[in-house]
């Protein structure tokens, strides 16, 4: 059930903190532009490049705080993290669980990119597989945590996690304070939560992939999703989750724009091919989507007022060998 | 012809007024992972998300900006070029409000060709040979009433370019050396004419395809390329040229390191 905010439950401390716990680790991700881009489609886009980012997506920024803040607040009494994750989160985590000096086991649906398994091992993390539905990633994730006694560090419903993603926003409005409104990718809600506190006064819209309804939710104050938690048919396996997290559901309701855009996979492919051959930058599908929206004839009907629209791209980490639209190449 | 143009880092000072506020200050990039497996501290300086794709906007636009601030500026430019000069010139003509025409080797990536006409420029196809591409040029020059650029062998372009290791130093003052890939040697002449004023001590090695042979010509200190002047065999059209250009080749032969990295790219 939703409910209104009382206060914001990520606030601008918690954010500003956060990026005081995070930035010397982290890069501070430069802004794209493309004149290109911005005759086509009649605004003026600002591209935050967090494919560029550590670990090669915003991840890292929150699995940092978060991580970091268990650390100084809980001390030796930590023997490890865990989490469950399709990929971007559990490299995050197991790079800044190396960072802090412990020990990172992740648990992995078995159908996730081999690129993505290997750098998460890559980082000196355990990995675990489970079955691809988000009901064998919680079951599997909870069985670690009792044995091992790891603490679990959620890829989106965690404040803390909330907070570091939120510094995206600070560093965004710095580079370019005049942004009328942000496009985020949505899975779980962390980043579009953490991004929507962090900026109050901005217009952050949500970007979603099709079947993800939460343009529904959202205009009838609802969560409502079926259960058990399901996938939504999408290549851009970063935002396959369906529903948004218990703690980022309130927030976006209360925070974000009603309106959501709906990406297709030929859309998502649309959206990557401009990146790549336009603008040379390698990213992954969930920020095609964005890009999509960006391209929307939806976007194009909006308020001719958003004049400079930001443009997260979330992460660049495709599988070479698996471009949606080359040939596969045989290793 | 002896010694070389005296080409300063003045020249490369004023390229930067004239280019600054439309050409992109790129990021530098880090990767701890690559400095972990190769012992080094190393920045890329990111042109391929300069204007155009590539850094060669940047010697085109000056080029093109000193044309068109000069006593009696062309109707137009011309020029020959596998694809990034001469996507680079269209852009920077359209730029400055001139018509530009571009002569294209038949065997041209497709893209590269969409791209210049992107931009506004006339595209005139001739034969895969250094020679070819020459002569058509001067004929469209000569037809046209346009004003030949070419792709390194010209002060404009080699400052054009030197912008580039003037930004770099500025990013990164603590560069001990930089490694250009190189074809005619615009961008190495350019960065090194930079170097030498900025930061003496730098070394400025070439990174040149198989069968350039740069080193050999550089210790012997003597031009030794075969004539008529051939394309090499690999992957990277934009580094075929087998001869450095002519302006450039005594800027290289006094600035630039001897030791040359060569990489086989076929």
């Not at chain 1, 489609?41 to 978060?66: C, D, I, M, P, V």
């Not at chain 1, 404040?159 to 580079?175: H, S």
């Not at chain 1, 091919?273 to 976007?299: N, T, Y």
């Not at chain 2, 000069?85 to 041209?108: I, K, Y």
Request: glycine share 8%; hydrophobic share 40%; net charge positive.
């Amino acid at each position: 059930m939703a409910s209104t905010l009382n206060g914001f439950p990520v606030t601008l401390d918690d954010v500003t903190s956060a990026r005081d716990r995070i930035l010397r680790h982290l890069h501070y991700t430069p802004v794209l532009t493309s004149s290109t881009f911005d005759s086509k489609y009649g605004r003026k886009f600002y591209f935050k490049a967090e494919n560029f980012q550590k670990t090669g997506s915003f991840k890292s920024r929150g699995a940092l705080n978060a991580v970091t803040k268990l650390v100084e607040e809980k001390q030796e009494r930590v023997v490890g993290v865990t989490t469950h994750s399709s990929g971007n989160h559990g490299q995050a985590l197991a790079w800044a669980a190396q960072h802090c000096g412990l020990p990172c086991n992740v648990i992995v649906p078995r159908n996730t990119p081999t690129v993505k398994i290997d750098a998460i091992k890559g980082y000196g993390a355990d990995v675990t597989l489970c079955e691809p539905n988000p009901t064998s990633r919680a079951e599997t994730c909870a069985a670690i945590c009792s044995e091992k006694n790891y603490v679990y560090i959620p890829s989106a419903d965690h404040y803390d996690v909330m907070a570091g993603q939120g510094t995206i926003a600070l560093e965004f409005l710095e580079q370019v304070p005049m942004l009328d409104a942000i496009l985020v990718a949505a899975s779980a809600g962390g980043m579009v939560s953490g991004i929507a506190c962090a900026a109050k006064q901005l217009k952050p819209e949500i970007k979603k992939p099709f079947g993800k309804d939460l343009e529904r939710c959202l205009r009838e104050g609802k969560r409502l999703w079926p259960e058990p938690p399901q996938y939504v048919d999408t290549i851009a396996e970063g935002i396959r989750i369906q529903q948004l997290g218990k703690l980022a559901f309130p927030i976006v309701l209360s925070l974000a724009e009603k309106e959501v855009f709906t990406t297709t996979n030929a859309q998502i492919v649309e959206g990557m091919r401009f990146a790549f051959e336009r603008m040379k930058v390698v990213i992954e599908g969930a920020s095609g989507a964005v890009i999509a929206a960006a391209m929307s004839k939806r976007l194009r009907r909006m308020d001719g007022r958003l004049r400079h629209v930001g443009v997260i791209l979330c992460g660049g980490n495709v599988d070479i060998d698996h471009i949606p639209w080359l040939p596969t190449r045989e290793a | 012809m002896s010694g070389r143009l005296t080409i300063t880092v003045n020249d490369i000072l004023k390229a930067k007024n004239r280019i600054h506020s439309c050409v992109h200050t790129t990021p530098v990039f880090t990767s701890s992972t690559f400095d972990e497996s190769y012992g080094r501290k190393f920045y890329f300086k990111a042109e391929n998300l300069q204007k155009t794709g590539s850094f060669k906007a940047r010697g085109a636009l000056n080029a093109v900006t000193v044309l068109k601030e000069g006593e009696s500026p062309p109707k137009g430019v011309v020029t020959h070029s596998s694809g990034n000069h001469g996507q680079a010139l269209a852009w920077a003509a359209r730029m400055r409000g001139l018509q530009c025409a571009v002569v294209a080797p038949n065997n041209s990536p497709n893209v590269k060709l969409d791209a210049i006409r992107g931009y506004g420029a006339d595209i005139v196809i001739c034969d895969p040979t250094p020679t070819s591409r020459q002569e058509t040029c001067h004929r469209i020059g000569r037809e046209r009433g346009f004003h030949f650029v070419p792709p390194y062998d010209h002060p404009d372009v080699i400052a054009g370019q030197g912008t580039l290791g003037a930004e770099f130093l500025e990013q990164i003052p603590e560069l001990d050396a930089i490694l250009v890939p190189t074809s005619g040697g615009g961008m190495v002449s350019g960065i090194a004419i930079a170097a030498q004023a900025l930061k003496p001590d730098l070394k400025v090695f070439i990174v040149e395809p198989n069968g350039k042979d740069v080193e050999k010509c550089l210790r012997a200190g003597e031009r030794l390329w075969p004539n008529p002047p051939r394309f090499l065999e690999t992957i990277a059209d934009g580094i075929r040229l087998q001869q450095l250009g002519h302006v450039t080749w005594p800027i290289i032969r006094e600035l630039v390191q001897k030791d040359v990295f060569s990489v086989v790219l076929s």
